[in-house]
């Protein structure tokens, strides 16, 4: 029985239970992301301005459809 409590204790005392600091990173952002970033914030106003259309179309459909 201690033949197997001696290497779990010497295990257990060799785990470090805090994790290692994180690196500082930099809060420039990359450029690369900011041009994806712009250009998706591009893509949804686009995406808007289609639904509002679409909208518009089938209030249309719908008013010339009416008795």
């Known amino acids: 029985m201690k033949g197997l409590l001696i290497p779990l204790a010497l295990l257990l005392s060799a785990c470090n239970p805090a994790p290692p600091p994180q690196p500082k990173t ?14 998706v914030r591009k893509a949804q106003a686009v995406e808007a301005q289609v639904m509002d259309a ?5 209030k249309q459909i719908d008013d010339a459809t009416q008795p």
Not at 54 to 58: G, K, L, T, V
């Open 26 to 39: 930099e809060d420039k952002p990359n450029p690369v992301f900011d041009t994806q970033i712009q250009s």
């Open 54 to 58: 679409a909208a518009a179309q089938r």
